[in-house]
């Protein structure tokens, strides 16, 4: 956790952005000769003690989970250096950039696994600028101590060139769900999902820890991340706005202040906080059953003491549609219209799911032409919300829960159960870019397509 001091004298710039950064240039590995790394990713096995006799056996980046928060500047190239520790291949996908397929970290678009005790090299422009993540991206298929269950998560942050930096603390915070279990939490004929034992944000458990210290009069910079494998997160903090000022790292066009975030899996909420409600509180989800299995974190004023606060906060419909704006958007050159369904596991199975009724290896290729602004119509007829994402792409919210919008660009957009939306995408990185649903069984069980360029 860097002050706004600490980060200045470190990086040279502050921090939230102010466009929609330029298209990065691709490297092809084929073409470029081994480099000296600007830095290394280990890959191993870590024990993590989230709070007294609780220790998560998983796997991590650095010995850490969440792994270290990296900083990339706009534009720079850099050389990623990752080993393998494990006894199983690897992918570390740099979630949100524009960057070659041959490098994005998906096996699916042809990105060279990581072999077991084995080691790899990335090289890329980072692009665009804001809060990213770097995850990996190895199918669980049912395997709960693996993929995005495990702790292979860390945030990176992409620094654009300038910026005017209006706050005086920075602080990345990583939620993630631990100790999974399989259960039937739905309907009757619904396969096996998941229930958890522990929360946590960052390495520790609500109570655990290190609280966020403020002063009174403070702007406080929060850039959450939902890392969770399967589950959306509501958070609060008593007595406080967020005032929301970029999604999934960019910035939105019209800042909004709200009582409660709520982010599908993998997705990011940049929000500034005025400390202007002296006292020890809470920041944490708004699920009674979930805040007290760890997560949240203790926010402490300065000469404030006692035990941390909390007043219960009514959870509201999350509306994409308020941090955007009503201008004219450019008619699309194509539509895909895309509908999801579920074929329920029947308590025996993991339920599957299809796009247009097919399931993946099988789903029909997207075929766009370079240059192209593309609509994607979402039908959701399941009860399970969907948290769509486009690797090395940004999706422009045209419309969700009925409402139009327009400016909001995201890598992720959470589609409500039993609702339609439409995004727009302009096909602008040739190659293959992988479609998905970012909860881990989703994709696990079909829920997966190809964007191919003519």
Not at 169 to 195: C, D, R, V, Y
Request: glycine content about 10%; proline content about 8%; charged content about 20%.
């Amino acid at each position: 956790m860097l002050n706004r001091r600490e980060f200045l004298a470190v990086t040279g710039v502050s921090a939230v952005g102010a466009a929609w950064a330029s298209v990065p240039r691709f490297y092809s590995l084929a073409s470029l000769p081994p480099a000296k790394p600007d830095l290394t990713l280990r890959i191993a096995p870590v024990s993590v003690e989230i709070a007294p006799g609780v220790v998560i056996k998983t796997t991590g980046y650095n010995g850490k989970v969440p792994g270290p928060v990296l900083r990339f500047r706009e534009g720079k190239r850099v050389t990623v250096d990752v080993h393998n520790d494990t006894d199983m291949p690897e992918l570390v996908h740099w979630h949100g950039q524009f960057v070659s397929s041959e490098v994005d970290g998906s096996e699916e678009e042809g990105t060279p696994l990581v072999p077991a005790h084995g080691s790899r090299q990335y090289t890329f422009e980072p692009g665009p600028i804001g809060s990213r993540w770097y995850h990996t991206h190895m199918p669980s298929k049912g395997n709960l101590d693996i993929a995005q269950f495990s702790g292979q998560f860390g945030f990176f942050y992409v620094e654009p060139k300038s910026e005017p930096g209006h706050y005086d603390q920075e602080f990345f915070l990583a939620a993630h769900h631990w100790g999974p279990s399989l259960a039937h939490l739905g309907p009757a004929n619904n396969g096996w999902e998941i229930a958890y034992k522990n929360g946590s944000i960052n390495d520790k458990a609500l109570g655990h820890g290190d609280p966020i210290r403020v002063k009174q009069g403070q702007r406080v910079l929060l850039r959450i991340l939902n890392s969770s494998a399967t589950d959306d997160i509501s958070f609060a903090l008593p007595g406080h706005k967020f005032k929301v000022i970029a999604m999934d790292g960019n910035p939105v066009p019209t800042q909004t202040s709200v009582d409660v975030l709520t982010l599908g899996v993998a997705e990011r909420v940049d929000a500034v906080l005025e400390m202007n409600q002296p006292g020890v509180w809470i920041l944490g989800s708004i699920d009674d059953e979930e805040r007290m299995n760890g997560m949240g974190i203790v926010i402490e004023y300065a000469g404030q003491t006692g035990e941390p606060s909390w007043v219960k906060t009514p959870k509201t419909p999350w509306d994409y549609t308020q941090f955007g704006t009503q201008d004219k958007l450019p008619a699309p050159d194509g539509t895909f219209d895309l509908t999801f369904k579920k074929i329920p596991g029947n308590r025996v199975d993991f339920n599957r799911w299809t796009i247009n009724e097919k399931s993946w290896p099988d789903t029909d290729p997207l075929m766009v032409q370079q240059g192209k602004r593309y609509r994607m119509v979402f039908h959701n007829q399941t009860g399970d919300t969907h948290p769509l994402h486009l690797h090395r792409h940004d999706f422009e919210i045209v419309k969700v829960g009925g409402k139009t919008t327009a400016g909001i660009k995201k890598d992720i957009v959470n589609i409500p159960r039993f609702s339609d939306a439409e995004v727009d995408f302009v096909a602008n990185h040739p190659g293959p870019s992988l479609f998905h649903c970012h909860m881990q069984l989703h994709m696990d069980f079909g829920f997966m397509a190809l964007v191919k360029y003519a």
